[in-house]
């Protein structure tokens, strides 16, 4: 125990204190008899208000979606049948470096004590199988006990919201109503500050390198989003006039309206503009660039020979690898130390794709003709969501100012852009949130659109009904049966999740009728179904799907046999 002021407080409420202190201001979740206690104290306190779902999986999506907007989540399950539900969003948050605390109301220690076999678990005696489970996904875990609560809770939101990954707390259900005497301080978040030393001297061969290059440049992954880094890589590329390309999990943290914005670096399946930008230059400087499959344009990247790899807690600059300096203080010292350049003035942003002409509005709904007219439905501030599918199409939207977007590119778990939605309309209401998913994705966690409306949220949501999976169409089985779904009627749902809805429906098989949908007032939800074709799909999304097959079956696959590949058209 510290020695500072303390009081007794129950390990329950103590914990629901700490999300509170951390900013954590909604708890998702599925009740069950091992976290009712904790939901009691809830209710008993006021703290946290309570957002139920209708699936542990939905839960893990909803808090990894307002963890994105808020900073960091909590959401609460119940033992084993809730938590390996959530385990692959909790993966994902892993994959993603989301901070998102999973709090699972566990069997009593008295069982554990006693090795008695308890309901929701494997009825053998043991307790541990799931601890160590999450132990592989998560950066920290524990099951709380009355003499550790203090200090593991504390430890766990501190991990979680440093590191920018997930942890897993386990809750006995027999403890939550235990008193402990407990800090009166407010947990604070911070990062801990950068060593004085190796931040300067960090500071200085980053600046030494950027002002001796002839043609610099940022690239910037999506830890610059996760650890807040955007304005300062903005500042400094002003300050430089260098280009910033970002990757496709970092579309939107760099503003694509502010001047040195070089587009999104996805290796050779890049833009030129942006490839010469990236791989042209002289010296790169890297915000935590991961190279993946998806980042790396099936790793044909090619970057600069020394490039500095500057990540949340640690830098490498040429040989030299710097500990205990963080990633926003590393990039105000060099702001602060290189000069101003004005001899790179940037050139005036690239047109916008033009504005759409439709000869007939009474044509069938294509692809192209769906995303050309959404680009201009997209509004500055929007927040906008995708699943894997056709709808990645908006990795080519350009974006007005402000706006944020919501993709599980690397973990890539189809559905999970439902269960998010969720959670970045609870964190952000006051922001507009336009959802775009496949039938395939949307079917996997559709249940929680009920819990959308029954908080009266107001999200935009683009359902592309094809018959199923048509990106996957693109790897193999182009006309196959394990690629079709049920035909669902999607429209129809908002009704049926609320029989006296006010949500707008429209069912769009034209460009005439989708001009009539966009033009709904947005003060309810509204849900758009989209009619297309299955072999309809934006040209970039099949061909990352054909050369996916590639990688995936190697070349004794099935992949090259007539017909079992959609192609683009030529
Ligand atoms: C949990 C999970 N299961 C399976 C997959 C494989 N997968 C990737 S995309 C996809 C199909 C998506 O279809 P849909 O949402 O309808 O998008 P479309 O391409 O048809 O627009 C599937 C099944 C996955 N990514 N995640
Ligand atoms: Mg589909």
Redesign the pocket.
């Known amino acids: 125990m510290s020695t500072g002021p303390s009081r007794w407080m129950k390990i329950g409420e103590f914990l629901l204190r700490r999300l509170e202190e951390a900013g954590v201001g909604h708890l998702f979740g599925v009740p069950g008899d091992f976290n009712l206690e904790l939901l009691q104290q809830l209710e008993d306190t006021g703290r946290l208000r309570w957002v139920g779902n209708c699936s542990e999986l939905n839960a893990s999506y909803a808090a990894d979606g307002y963890a994105r907007l808020n900073g960091l989540a909590a959401f609460t399950v119940t033992n084993a049948v809730g938590a390996m539900s959530a385990i692959?969003g909790i993966a994902g948050a892993y994959a993603e470096h989301v901070p998102v605390i999973c709090i699972c109301g566990s069997i009593p220690l008295r069982s554990i004590e006693r090795g008695l076999g308890m309901h929701h678990t494997m009825g053998d005696g043991t307790w541990d199988r799931f601890l160590g489970a999450f132990a592989q996904v998560t950066a920290a875990h524990a099951r709380l006990t009355p003499y550790n609560a203090v200090t593991e809770i504390d430890r766990l939101i501190l991990t979680a919201w440093r590191e920018k990954l997930p942890v897993y707390m386990e809750l006995p259900s027999d403890i939550a109503y235990l008193d402990i005497e407990v800090p009166d301080v407010p947990l604070v978040l911070a990062q801990p500050p950068s060593d004085p030393e190796r931040l300067r001297s960090c500071a200085a061969a980053i600046a030494a390198r950027l002002a001796a290059a002839t043609s610099p440049a940022i690239l910037v992954d999506q830890d610059a989003s996760r650890y807040g880094a955007a304005a300062e890589i903005m500042e400094l590329a002003a300050k430089l006039q260098i280009p910033v390309a970002v990757t496709g999990p970092a579309k939107a943290v760099i503003d694509e309206t502010f001047p040195y914005y070089a587009g999104v670096y996805n290796g050779k399946a890049s833009e030129p503009s942006t490839i010469r930008a990236v791989e042209g230059g002289d010296c790169l400087l890297s915000v935590a660039y991961r190279p993946i499959d998806g980042t790396s344009g099936d790793f044909t990247a090619s970057l600069p020979a020394d490039t500095i790899c500057a990540r949340g807690h640690s830098v490498d600059v040429g040989e030299d690898n710097y500990q205990a300096v963080t990633l926003k203080e590393v990039l105000r010292s060099v702001i602060d130390a290189v000069p101003q350049v004005t001899s790179r003035p940037a050139r005036l942003p690239a047109a916008g794709p033009a504005a759409a002409t439709y000869a007939d509005g009474s044509a069938r709904l294509t692809q192209a003709a769906y995303w050309q007219r959404l680009q201009a439905y997209l509004r500055p501030g929007d927040v906008l969501f995708t699943?894997?599918?056709?709808?990645y199409a908006i990795f080519g939207f350009r974006l007005p100012q402000d706006c944020t977007v919501v993709a599980s590119v690397i973990w890539?778990?189809?559905?999970y852009s439902v269960g998010a939605l969720l959670g970045t309309l609870t964190a952000a209401p006051q922001r507009r949130h336009l959802l775009f998913?496949?039938?395939?994705?949307?079917q996997?966690t559709a249940q929680e659109l009920s819990t959308m409306l029954r908080h009266d949220c107001k999200p935009v949501i683009f359902l592309?009904n094809?018959g199923?999976?048509?990106?996957?169409r693109g790897y193999l089985g182009k006309t196959e049966t394990y690629n079709d779904?049920a035909t669902w009627a999607y429209a129809e749902l908002p009704e049926v999740f609320q029989p006296d809805t006010t949500a707008q429906s429209f069912v769009v098989k034209t460009v005439a009728d989708l001009e009539k949908a966009l033009s709904a007032p947005n003060d309810t939800l509204v849900f758009i179904e989209a009619v297309m074709d299955p072999h309809d799909?934006p040209a970039a999304?099949i061909r990352s799907s054909n050369k996916g097959a590639d990688l995936d079956y190697g070349p004794r696959g099935p992949q090259h046999r007539d017909g079992v590949q959609l192609r683009p058209a030529i």
């Open positions: 692959n699943d894997n599918g056709t709808s890539g778990s189809i559905g998913v496949g039938d395939g994705s949307f996997v592309i094809n199923g999976y048509t990106i996957e779904i799909a999304v």
